[in-house]
C-alpha cells in the first residue's frame, strides 16, 4: 500500500528545529526567524507551485532542543507515531536520529551526523546535508597535507574514542603516505560521564604530549575539551590543527572559556561555512528569505543587517526542505521510502542555499563537499577562511 504519510493528494514532512527564542531562553546567543515560521512559509511557497508531483506539503512541526537522548526519542515517537510523518527534518545529534531510520522506518533528513555506521544501520534513508563525520576528518586531513602545512613537522596526532576508527583506519595512513612525521600518538579513552576522570586523564596526554618534543597538535576530534587542557597546562606548541567545525563557532569559545590568546594558535581545516558576503550573494540564499518576508508569518527579515550565523541557519535549513522537494520530485509519482531514496541518489551535483559543493549519489548520503581552512582573525575575534572552498570529492 501506500507509505505512510503519503496520500494521492499530499505529503506530510515532519520538523524537529529549534527555534532561536529557546536558545536565548538557556542563554545561547541566539537570532533570526523561528524555525516554525521559516518552513510555514517555504511549504506555502512550495504547495503555490503546485506542491512536489501533484502533492501538497503537510507540515508538522515539533519544536526540538538537542539536549540529550530523551528529548530526541520524543521528538521522534511523536513525528513518526503520532504525526504518521512520511520523512523527518532534523538537527538530532549522535546516533538518535537512528531511532527515525532505524527503529520507526521514518526517512531523515538532517542537517548533519551522517556516518558509515549510521548508515549501515539505517533500514530508511538516512541522508544528511553536512559532509558526514568520516568523511570531513579525512577531508581536512588532505587539505592540511595538500597545503604543505604538516611538512616537516613533529605531529603529536590526538583523538577521542569516538573517532578512533576514522582516525587508525583513514588520517594515519594518510600522513603516513606524506611521509608527516607523527611523533606520538595520544588517545583519549571514553570516560562516559565521568568528568573529572576524563580531565585528568586528559592533563596526562598533554604532558605527554609535551614531553614528546612535537611542535603540533592534529587533533581528529572535538575541538573543546583539548584546548581547555592545553590552558589548564599553560603551554601551547607552535600550531593546534583541529579538524572540528565546532571550532569555527563564537558560542562554543564563548562558552567553554577558550581565550583569544589561544585560538590565535589553532588553524582548522572542517566542512566549508560560507562568509556573510557570500551567502548575501547567493540568489537562492536571496529567494529562500524572500519567501519567509512574503509569506506573512513573524518578523520580516532583514538580511543585510544579519549576522553571518543567523543568516547561515537560515540558509542550512532552506537547503534541507530544497533538498526534500528535489528528492521527493525525483523518486516520482509511486513515493515510498525506497524511491526516495533512489531520487534523492538520482541527483548526483546538487544546487543549494549556502552549499557551494554539494552531490548525492548511490553509497554517498551525505551532502556536503566543500572543505575549508580557517585561521583566528583577532580584529573580527573569529575564525575566517585562509581561502577558497576546498573540494572534497577528488
Known amino acids: 500500500g501506500p507509505a505512510r504519510g503519503v496520500t494521492d493528494t499530499s505529503v506530510k514532512l515532519g520538523v524537529a528545529a529549534t527555534d532561536p527564542a529557546a536558545l536565548k531562553a538557556l542563554g545561547v546567543p541566539s537570532e533570526g526567524p523561528a524555525s516554525k515560521d521559516l518552513y510555514t512559509a517555504w511549504v506555502a511557497a512550495q504547495n503555490k507551485r503546485g506542491g512536489v508531483q501533484g502533492r501538497q506539503v503537510e507540515l508538522a512541526f515539533r519544536p526540538f532542543l538537542p539536549t540529550g537522548p530523551a528529548e530526541a526519542q520524543a521528538a521522534c515517537v511523536e513525528l513518526s507515531e503520532d504525526k504518521k510523518v512520511f520523512l523527518a527534518i532534523g538537527i538530532l545529534t549522535g546516533d538518535t536520529p537512528l531511532c527515525f531510520t532505524e527503529t520507526h522506518n521514518t526517512p531523515y533528513l538532517g542537517q548533519w551526523g551522517q556516518s558509515a555506521e549510521r548508515d549501515r544501520r539505517s533500514k530508511a534513508p538516512f541522508v544528511a546535508l553536512e559532509m558526514a563525520d568520516d568523511r570531513q576528518r579525512a577531508a581536512a586531513v588532505e587539505a592540511l597535507i595538500d597545503q604543505k602545512l604538516l611538512t616537516g613537522k613533529k605531529v603529536a596526532l590526538y583523538w577521542e574514542a569516538q573517532d578512533a576508527a576514522v582516525t587508525k583506519n583513514t588520517v594515519k595512513p594518510l600522513l603516513d603516505a606524506a611521509g608527516i612525521e607523527v611523533v606520538v600518538q595520544t588517545p583519549l579513552d571514553d570516560y562516559g560521564k565521568d568528568q573529572a576522570a576524563g580531565d585528568q586523564a586528559l592533563d596526562t596526554l598533554v604532558q605527554k604530549i609535551r614531553s614528546s618534543g612535537a ?120 513515493l515510498n521510502a525506497a524511491s526516495w531514496q533512489r531520487g534523492a541518489e538520482s541527483l548526483s551535483k546538487l544546487q543549494l542555499p549556502g552549499m557551494p559543493l554539494a552531490s548525492l549519489a548511490a553509497g554517498k548520503h551525505s551532502a556536503g563537499d566543500a572543505v575549508g581552512v580557517y585561521r583566528w582573525d583577532a580584529a573580527q575575534n573569529q575564525m575566517v577562511p585562509a581561502g577558497p572552498p576546498i573540494s572534497a570529492t577528488k
Open 215 to 334: 611542535d603540533t597538535i592534529l587533533n581528529t576530534s572535538n575541538f573543546s575539551n583539548l584546548m581547555i587542557a592545553l590552558q589548564r597546562a599553560d603551554w601551547l606548541p607552535g600550531q593546534v590543527y583541529a579538524t572540528s567545525a565546532q571550532a569555527l563557532s563564537p558560542a562554543v569559545a564563548k562558552t567553554t572559556g577558550i581565550k583569544p590568546a589561544t585560538m590565535e594558535k589553532v588553524t582548522v581545516a572542517a566542512p566549508y561555512i560560507p562568509t556573510k558576503d557570500e551567502l548575501a550573494a547567493d540568489p537562492a540564499v536571496k529567494t529562500c528569505v524572500d519567501e519567509y518576508n512574503a509569506g506573512g508569518v513573524g518578523e520580516k527579515f532583514d538580511m543585510a543587517a544579519a549576522s553571518r550565523e543567523a543568516l547561515s541557519s537560515v540558509a542550512n535549513s532552506c537547503a534541507a526542505f530544497r533538498l526534500f522537494v528535489q528528492a521527493t520530485d525525483a523518486a516520482g509519482r509511486d
